[in-house]
Structure formats: C-alpha cells, structure tokens
C-alpha cells in the first residue's frame, strides 16, 4: 500500500508520495484438495480454516513518483513490483518505447492503461480472478497539455478486473489522493458539531500547496506510527511541482547513500 497526494492550484501540481513498500503474502492452495495426515481422507480445499493473509514490510525506500518527458509526473499506489521488475523499472522502459511530448495527458494515461493492463495479465493470466471491486494497481498522473496551460490535469487510473480512469481535475482545483487515504478522509469528514474549514486551493500558493501535501504524508504516516497496525505508509516523502513554465521539477527526492 502506499499513500501518493497530486494538489492542484493557480501555480501548478504538486506531487508526494511515501517510500513505504509492503507484501502481502497470501496462501494459495496447489490443489482443489488437500489429505487428512490421520484418515488419509481428501478434504476440499475450501473447507479448510487458512491463516489470514501475510503481510510485511519488504523496503523503506521503494520509488513512486516519476517524471515522465519535461511535463507529465506519475504517482504509484498499489503493487510495487509486477512481472519481476519494480514501477520505477516499468515506467522507464514505458517511457523509453512512448513518445509523450507531443501527447495530453489524457493520451498518456490510455497509453499507460494500455501497457499496465498487458504487464498485469502477463503476471495473473486471467484479471477476472481479481475480486470485484479491487484494483491492484493504481496511479495519479498529472501534467499540462501543451496547448492548454490555464490548470494542470489530473487524471487517477486503477486497474483490476476492469480499468477505472477519472479526470478529477475536471472538478477544478484541488487535492486528491490514492492509496491508504483512511487518515485523510478522516481530516476531511465534516464534523458539524467541531466544523473544521477546508482549505481553499485556488487561494494557495505553490509553496502552501507543497507544505500541505507534506502535511498530509506526514500526518498519515504519524497515525499509523502510532496506532496498533501494521503500517502501509513510511519512509522518505518525496515531493515534485509540475508548472506551465518550467515543466515537472524535483522538490525533494530521496538520494542513494551510504548509512
């Protein structure tokens, strides 16, 4: 899981994420049917009391945000690691075999849709497996189109058994996130006896709009610091601004060391 924000305003997009990835290891059964060790008597799989799903932190410095061209920024949320390679793996070979300067965003995003739903049915032969509902894979891609430098666009793509493309920036400015948003949604709920303002995003500077997004990784990985779970959210955040001047930039991004 993870946790990714895109913040719309005036000035242009920023883009956050969390550094924190997670596996969920769940117990598949090889056979319909499984032996008794004491009858030797055949008992179908399914009426068996299996433990809950596995899950573990596998890495604190996992990269989800990317740069696509000058202008058009990617946020992942869901799996991390599909067909053996990681998103940053995939969104590099995407961005070698796609030419997106010359694209809207909104081409992007088919043409993403496109090449993850391959890479997903390469890794599960059959998406009709997935449950209802659930989409294994998610990302936010934002940018601006070339001829069109008034609002950036906003689009959040989820892929399961069926692909799920909204266009949120339609809405106008604003702030949408993917991933473990429980803690934001709970900032968010109005609470009419302690009303709480939101904030106005089309008042907002460029620099609130980073410290806002911050505000927002930071508080969700703080809540799960401190609550008795498992946390899905972690690690460095980084953070990235796309402008109609200068295009997709780095705020802060995490940088390989030696600790």
Known sequence: MSITISLRVPDGVVLATDSLATVKAIPVPQEDFVTCPQCTGRIPYSRLLTPPPTTFS???TANKLFCLGQRIGVACFGVGFLTKRTMEGHLLEFGRKEETENLKVAEVVKRLEAYFRRELTCEIVDLQQIPEGEYPLGLQIAGYDADDLRMGKTYTLKIGRESV???VH???FGCT???DGRVIIRLWTEDI???MPMPNYQL???QDAIEYTLFLVRTTI???RFAPMLPTCGGEIDVAVITPKSGFQWIK???LKIV
């Open 58 to 60: 596998a890495s604190s």
């Open 177 to 179: 996130f993917g991933g």
């Open 170 to 172: 339609e809405g106008g």
């Open 253 to 255: 991004k995490k940088e």
């Open 222 to 224: 703080d809540a799960q």
């Open 193 to 195: 006896n302690s009303p």
């Open 165 to 167: 493309i909204e266009a």
């Open 204 to 206: 907002l500077s460029l």
